[in-house]
């Protein structure tokens, strides 16, 4: 080897690796750059700001949520309590089926009152059993109200009632339910013995036990009118029977607060069973 050789060969030796270096970081500087573009618009693409909305396509525009309308409510067919005092004191207008249970009997074609001032009553009330019975009557709508208070405070009291029927049960007929001792208040009729329309007829009157508490009067000729016919054993009032209705007891207090006078405390004719009011 001649001097000199071996130096020229280190020369280019390090050139060439100098050169593929430099080749390598070039190539390296270039992807670099390359990556970071790529990535830069990759990230510009996939994050879009908020505000920008694709071209051809409408802003939504924020709606209302549509309030609801609940449907026009079909009226309850009757009976629908007027006034509920509890679920057994309460009242209702004359109903279809109420009327065809009193039409041609207690409430007669021709009857002058109008249905519309009328109203039916279930009360509950104790009977001579001592037992809780359930009871219906009709009475004119002005004093209503009053009549169930009444029946309200004989329950509470226990008052004894033996039968609280519509009159109806008993075809309309006064005497029979008289007889049956059953209380009751509407029935279209007159005064017994007269053309004179009764307070009953206008349901302003109640009859309450009226076979222990008959009517009773004597007539021009002097014999004896009275009212149920069976009713014999309790014309005298003196006599100790816890079903009479006297001034003062606790019956007679009642619908006395509630502006009733009793047919009791007429002069003449006595009706010891019969409460009646006058219309305001």
């Excluded at 309590?81 to 021709?110: N, Q, W």
Aim: with cysteine; net charge negative; glycine share 6%.
């Amino acid at each position: 080897m001649q001097p000199g050789t071996g130096s020229v060969a280190k020369r280019i030796f390090y050139i060439f690796i100098l050169t593929l270096l430099s080749g390598l970081l070039v190539f390296s500087i270039i992807m670099m750059v390359k990556y970071y573009k790529e990535s830069t618009a990759e990230n510009n693409n996939n994050k879009q700001p908020e505000s920008m909305v694709e071209i051809g396509t409408p802003t939504p525009t924020p709606t209302e949520a549509p309030s609801f309308v609940s449907p026009t409510p079909t009226p309850i067919p009757s009976p629908t309590p007027v006034i509920d005092y509890t679920d057994d004191f309460y009242m209702t207008r004359i109903t279809e089926d109420i009327l065809k249970r009193i039409e041609g009997k207690s409430y007669p074609e021709g009857a002058t009152i109008s249905i519309d001032d009328l109203r039916w009553l279930h009360v509950m009330h104790y009977g001579f059993d001592g037992e809780v019975h359930e009871g219906e009557l009709i009475v004119n709508h002005e004093v209503a109200h009053d009549v169930l208070e009444i029946f309200k405070e004989l329950f509470e009291i226990k008052y004894p009632i033996e039968k609280i029927r519509l009159i109806d049960e008993y075809n309309a007929e006064d005497e029979a339910s008289m007889e049956d001792n059953n209380s009751s208040a509407f029935c279209y009729r007159t005064i017994a013995e007269s053309d004179i329309l009764s307070n009953h007829a206008k349901g302003l009157a109640i009859d309450i036990n009226p076979l222990y508490n008959p009517y009773v009067y004597e007539r021009k000729d002097g014999s004896l009118f009275l009212q149920p016919e069976n009713a014999g054993d309790y014309v005298d009032r003196d006599a100790d029977n816890p079903y009479y209705i006297k001034k003062d007891d606790a019956c007679y207090q009642i619908f006395i607060n509630h502006g009733f006078t009793l047919g009791g405390d007429w002069k003449s004719k006595k009706d010891y069973q019969h409460f009646e009011r006058e219309l305001s």
